[in-house]
């Protein structure tokens, strides 16, 4: 019975497991072997130059360090606060305030909205010459205030972080489902023992959704590892390397003809999200069975 079975579970994963091998396996496994070629398309050269890509991308390249520290910092504040931000709303919500629903729905529209799209809006807003943002500050008196915010090297890494930073919807949905779904009785015992509102929220529904806010960050590591449209349409990465993140880099790279130094930084990308998932996983627990 259990190969007869057998049979029929391989039949069903196979088309499933090709084409992982296919989009997936195959090309992650060219990611890392052209990393050590120097691989251009015109004039076409694929030439063996070992680990010569990495040593340059570590210790020649300039520009490097302080993208990959863009990088790290964006993935830093979008695990912790983004997702904090996320988190206590959903605990409001928890509590059933007057037109909770509505704050559910409506805080998550940002979220369904194409990157490009939120990207053109706030480069309407932080416009040096028409924007809303200007445009208050002029109209508060506060015209000392006013700045091209996307385009200055002191105001452009915060302007663009603000893009996407107040916009936890995942978070807060995916949480608060969670919370909701939570046996009553738990809390009703803790009211028994005489636990305040803090203590339950802290000692009771917080061990309850630890798994799922060790999701929801996950979540936010990989929308930071591949973040790209954002940068792309409002400030193309500068001023100089001051919003440049290592996707929009390796784009960059890719486009002046250099591939194989490209798919080093690839590796790279790779290797910070894989060690970013595993830290996130064991921080949480999320190894561990219930």
């Keep these: 019975m259990k190969q007869k079975n ?34 251009r398309l015109l004039p076409r050269t694929f030439t ?34 983004h997702v904090t931000l996320g988190t206590l709303l959903a605990f409001i919500l928890y509590k059933k305030p007057r037109g909770w629903k509505f704050v559910r729905v409506t805080y998550m529209i940002p979220n369904i909205i ?30 000392s ?33 969670q919370l909701l779904s939570t046996d009553e009785s738990l809390i009703e015992a803790a ?36 973040l790209f449209s954002m940068l792309y349409i409002t400030t193309g990465g500068g001023p100089g390397t001051v919003t440049t993140n290592l996707p929009l880099y390796l784009y960059t790279t890719m486009k002046a003809n250099n591939y194989g130094y490209a798919n080093t930084i690839g590796v790279v990308i790779i290797l910070l999200g894989f060690i970013t998932m595993t830290l996130i996983r064991k921080i949480f627990g999320m190894n561990k069975e219930d």
């Excluded at 069903?12 to 091998?21: G, R």
């Excluded at 063996?48 to 210790?59: A, D, E, K, P, R």
């Design 6 to 39: 057998g049979g029929w579970i391989a039949l069903f994963l196979a088309p499933a497991c090709i084409l992982f091998i296919l989009i997936f396996a195959i090309p992650l496994v060219m990611v890392f072997v052209t990393s050590l070629f120097d691989y």
């Design 48 to 81: 063996f130059v070992g680990f010569s890509n990495f040593v340059q991308l570590f210790t020649e390249d300039n520009r490097f360090w302080p993208i990959f520290g863009n990088t790290v910092k964006w993935l830093f504040i979008h695990c912790i606060f």
């Design 114 to 143: 194409s990157q490009s799209a939120i990207a053109m809006i706030f480069l309407n807003l932080y416009n040096a010459q028409s924007g809303a943002v200007n445009s208050f500050l002029k109209l508060v008196g506060l015209e």
């Design 145 to 177: 205030l006013q700045h091209n915010w996307l385009f200055e090297t002191a105001t452009a890494f915060p302007s663009v972080t603000l893009t996407w930073f107040l916009f936890a919807g995942y978070t807060t949905t995916l949480v608060l489902a």
């Design 191 to 226: 009211e028994i023992d005489g636990a305040t509102s803090f203590q339950i929220d802290r000692l009771v529904m917080f061990p309850v959704v630890k798994k799922m806010i060790g999701t929801t960050v996950i979540m936010a590591a990989t929308y930071m590892l591949q």
